[in-house]
């Protein structure tokens, strides 16, 4: 071999070397280009992750019920009238004032009833005394059967007058029935009245009745004894209360059942008349698992819930049961100690990272 086809081969050698060179070189820098995207992208996955709130299911108590509005009514409640027609001549009592039961409150004339009672009176007298004589008289054989039965018809004539003419002297009179508060009156001493005339009422405010009206469907869960609260106008603080009374049919022109109960009212703060808004419980749970109102997500297959789990959220079907207004009771779908999504719900799908912030 001469020296030119040394050189030939030589130089061959060095352009394979060189080429050989630059293509691992290419290699070499895709490889690396490539694993720096897939840096990026992992690092970008990482940043994706959206921000949710969560709340930790732990079980509490729960009490189903219902909201209603009624009215405030006295314990007991009269509006004062007298019987007989005539001129007041006493009002022995003060607006405003309690007054005890068998009070004198209102008095009208009587001069000529009196009259009449004490005259009844004394024929009374005499009536009792003949009719002694008679009977004494008729031990001995000394008046016929007859003449004894006339004194006898005789007392008991007059003492029927006597009881009438005392119940007429009674009618001009308005005693309380109760002890209670008697308010403000609306006739003076020296009035003519009759009784279609109001003078005054007289109410037992010691307790107050508290009538409200619950919907029909309700009505086989309401019991005498439940306890219910409520609130009047004026004041900011719950009132508590029992039911003692139910009535027992349905208002067919409402749908809806009457239903009753007694507050104390020592304070005198409840006013009868008032409108009340009123809450019943009508069941009560110690362990219900319940959500935020805003957590459940209607589905056409049911109702579904996102969870947080492994850093992604899950949506679960779940069994919705009573409500109130800010929670729900969940039957069944979720167990104590899940981490519940309440925010982000719409941008969420099933199995989308997430970064949960817990809040109580």
């Not at 007991?76 to 607006?95: D, I, M, N, Q, W």
């Not at 309380?176 to 403000?184: N, S, W």
């Not at 069941?283 to 589905?299: C, E, G, K, S, Y």
């Not at 049961?321 to 779908?333: A, D, F, K, V």
Request: proline residues 4%; hydrophobic residues 40%; aromatic residues 4%.
């Amino acid at each position: 071999m001469n020296m030119t086809s040394k050189t030939i081969i030589l130089g061959a050698a060095g352009v394979v070397v060189a080429a050989a060179a630059i293509l691992f070189s290419n290699r070499s820098g895709t490889a690396e280009s490539s694993m720096g995207r897939g840096g990026n992208q992992a690092s970008r996955a990482a940043g994706m992750r959206l921000p949710v709130i969560g709340t930790i299911l732990t079980p509490q108590p729960f009490d189903h019920s219902i909201q209603a509005t009624g009215t405030i009514l006295a314990a007991e409640e009269v509006e004062l009238r007298t019987e007989a027609s005539g001129k007041v001549v006493s009002l022995p009592f003060r607006e405003g004032s309690k007054v005890n039961k068998g009070d004198l409150l209102v008095k009208i004339n009587d001069a000529d009833l009196r009259a009449q009672l004490m005259r009844s009176r004394s024929r009374l007298t005499f009536a009792l005394q003949r009719e002694e004589r008679q009977r004494k008289l008729r031990e001995i054989n000394g008046v016929s059967e007859e003449q004894y039965d006339e004194a006898k018809n005789e007392l008991t004539s007059v003492r029927a007058e006597v009881a009438l003419l005392e119940a007429q002297v009674q009618k001009t009179e308005v005693r309380a029935p109760f002890d209670g508060v008697v308010g403000l009156r609306f006739v003076s001493e020296g009035s003519f009245i009759s009784s279609t005339t109001l003078v005054a009422r007289l109410q037992d405010v010691s307790f107050v009745k508290v009538d409200f009206s619950v919907p029909e469907k309700y009505a086989p869960q309401v019991r005498v004894g439940m306890e219910i609260s409520f609130t009047v106008e004026g004041s900011s603080d719950p009132f508590r209360g029992t039911v003692y009374a139910i009535e027992p049919k349905i208002d067919p022109a409402t749908r809806s059942l009457r239903v009753r109960a007694r507050s104390s009212n020592a304070h005198g703060r409840i006013l009868p008349g008032s409108y009340t808004k009123v809450l019943l419980v009508l069941q009560r749970q110690q362990d219900a698992i319940l959500v935020p109102t805003q957590a459940l997500m209607p589905d056409r297959d049911g109702q579904k819930i996102f969870v947080a789990r492994n850093g992604a959220a899950r949506l679960l079907p779940v069994e919705a049961g009573l409500r109130n207004e800010n929670t729900i009771q969940i039957l069944s779908g979720l167990q104590k100690n899940d981490t519940v999504l309440t925010t982000g719900l719409l941008q969420l799908r099933d199995g989308s990272p997430v970064n949960v912030t817990i809040q109580n």
